[in-house]
C-alpha cells in the first residue's frame, strides 16, 4: 500500500494559484527492467483543494527489487502557479520471511519505508533520486490555510517540469493488501 497526503492549488483567491484544466498530478511507478512508468493513481487538478490522504493499492507489477515511484504534474502554466504539495508519504507492507508466508491471519501490514519530510531531506538520501521544479519546504502561499500538511513537504511551483521520484525500492517481498489485515 502507498499512502500520501496531497494538496493541489488552493481554494481560495488569496492563497496559492488554482491549477487549471489539465495540470492533473499523476502517481506511476516503473518495474525493475522497465523502460517506461505505468499510472497508479491520476489526481485531478480541481480533486485536491484541501489537504487530503490518497491511499493506493500497489498492484503485482509494482512489486518488484527495483520499483520507482514518481509524482509527477503533467502540465504547468509556470513559476509560482498551480502549485502543488506532497507529504507523509508511507509504504505499507506484510513482508514474508524467506522461510515461508506467514499465514493470512498473522499478517499485518508494517512500514516498509516513509518520509514526512519534516527533517529537510536531500536527494542523495536512501529515499528519494531525483526532484524538478519543487524544494523540500513548508508550502508558501501567503496566508493560505496549511492545516493537512506538516511542518515540511514536496512543494512544487517552479518553472519547467515538475516530479519527485523515488530511488528504486525494494517492494519484491511486500505482499498484496487484499491477504493482509490492517492493525
Known amino acids: 500500500i502507498l499512502s500520501f497526503r496531497v494538496r493541489i492549488g488552493d481554494q481560495?483567491?488569496?492563497?496559492?494559484?488554482?491549477?487549471?484544466?489539465?495540470?492533473?498530478?499523476?502517481v506511476e511507478?516503473?518495474?525493475?527492467?522497465?523502460s517506461s512508468f505505468n499510472l497508479l493513481k491520476f489526481l485531478p487538478y480541481d480533486g485536491y483543494l484541501t489537504?487530503?490522504?490518497?491511499?493506493?493499492?500497489?498492484?503485482?507489477?509494482?512489486?518488484?527489487?527495483?520499483?520507482?515511484?514518481?509524482?509527477?504534474?503533467?502540465?504547468?502554466?509556470g513559476s509560482g502557479l498551480d502549485e502543488w504539495?506532497?507529504?507523509?508519504?508511507?509504504?505499507?507492507?506484510?513482508?514474508?520471511?524467506?522461510?515461508?508466508?506467514?499465514p493470512v491471519a498473522a499478517q499485518t501490514l508494517t512500514t516498509i519505508y516513509s518520509d514526512n519530510?519534516?527533517?529537510?531531506?536531500?536527494?542523495?538520501?536512501?529515499m528519494w533520486a531525483v526532484m524538478s521544479g519543487g524544494t523540500f519546504s513548508t508550502p508558501d502561499c501567503g496566508s493560505i490555510d496549511l492545516s493537512g500538511l506538516s511542518s515540511g513537504a514536496a512543494f512544487f511551483n517552479l518553472s519547467g517540469p515538475r516530479?519527485?521520484?523515488?530511488?528504486?525500492?525494494?517492494?519484491?517481498?511486500?505482499?498484496?493488501?487484499?491477504?493482509?489485515?490492517?492493525v
Open 12 to 26: 481560495t483567491s488569496s492563497g496559492c494559484e488554482q491549477a487549471d484544466v489539465d495540470e492533473d498530478v499523476v
Open 29 to 34: 511507478y516503473q518495474s525493475s527492467g522497465s
Open 51 to 77: 489537504a487530503a490522504t490518497v491511499t493506493v493499492i500497489l498492484p503485482s507489477e509494482a512489486r518488484t527489487q527495483a520499483t520507482s515511484i514518481r509524482w509527477r504534474q503533467l502540465e504547468s502554466s
Open 85 to 102: 504539495a506532497i507529504d507523509t508519504i508511507v509504504v505499507l507492507g506484510s513482508v514474508t520471511s524467506l522461510s515461508g508466508v506467514t
Open 117 to 126: 519530510f519534516d527533517t529537510e531531506p536531500t536527494i542523495s538520501n536512501t
Open 163 to 182: 516530479y519527485i521520484e523515488t530511488v528504486a525500492l525494494n517492494l519484491f517481498s511486500v505482499q498484496s493488501a487484499d491477504i493482509c489485515s490492517i
